[in-house]
T-cell receptor, first 111, second 114 residues
Framework: GDSVTQMEGPVTLSEEAFLTINCTYT??????LFWYVQYPGEGLQLLLK?????DKGSNKGFEATYRKETTSFHLEKGSVQVSDSAVYFC??????????FGGGTRLMVKP | DAGVIQSPRHEVTEMGQEVTLRCKPI?????LFWYRQTMMRGLELLIY????????DSGMPEDRFSAKMPNASFSTLKIQPSEPRDSAVYFC????????????FGPGTRLLVL
């Protein structure tokens, strides 16, 4: 079945450091891919998405490119802030708008 | 828009008791999803509805779990009887449309079964 694998956290960075959170997927066909972010005590919020191969999703300085050849959708940001501290989830959409999530990666940014 | 509303935000109950979680989706959204989040299993889809009709409940763990959507603006997830292993955060999400649209999540209900 479809699955999503994320790098395990926590990822601890200093402010202004470069961020990469790896995400790979297994799926039939070419599913849409998403990154969601969960701040402490809150529900998930969509961060960015890509619907087809080579698409780049971007939002709030975060980017991710849909790589069909490597079945990956890695999340990157050039300069993280303390306010980016959260849990990040990679997900793919299956038929019927069902989402399959990765295990989540906790990011901690220190001043 | 108020977003997806869930209640209660926190629930503490004893094993064997009935628990009912509530969700109000964003007005106009025709898809509603119930998820469970635990440290061990991550975020799992339990069931989803389209136009108030349950479409896929394959993620519902046991017969102790049931979900209803009597109208477009309200859904419940019930656990009867509850067990300690049901302790988790339960999220409701809604979306407009099936194949291309974003799911919007509520703040979740944190359930603790003692």
């Amino acid at each position: 079945g479809d699955s999503v694998t994320q790098m395990e956290g926590p990822v601890t960075l200093s402010e202004e450091a470069f961020l990469t959170i790896n995400c790979t997927y297994t799926a039939t066909g070419y599913p849409s891919l998403f990154w969601y972010v969960q701040y402490p005590g809150e529900g998930l919020q969509l961060l960015l998405k890509a619907t087809k191969a080579d698409d780049k999703g971007s939002n709030k300085g975060f980017e991710a490119t849909y790589r069909k050849e490597t079945t990956s959708f890695h999340l990157e940001k050039g300069s993280v802030q303390v306010s980016d501290s959260a849990v990040y989830f990679c997900a793919l959409r299956r038929a019927g708008n069902m989402l399959t999530f990765g295990g989540g990666t906790r990011l901690m940014v220190k001043p | 828009d108020a977003g997806v509303i869930q209640s209660p935000r926190h629930e503490v109950t004893e094993m064997g008791q009935e628990v009912t979680l509530r969700c109000k989706p964003i007005s106009g959204h025709d898809y509603l999803f119930w998820y469970r989040q635990t440290m061990m299993r991550g975020l799992e889809l339990l069931i989803y509805f389209n136009n108030n009709v349950p479409i896929d409940d394959s993620g519902m763990p046991e017969d102790r779990f049931s979900a209803k959507m009597p109208n477009a603006s309200f859904s419940t997830l019930k656990i009867q009887p509850s067990e300690p292993r049901d302790s988790a955060v339960y999220f409701c999400a809604s979306s407009l449309g099936g194949n291309t649209e974003t799911q919007y999540f509520g703040p979740g209900t944190r359930l603790l079964v003692l």
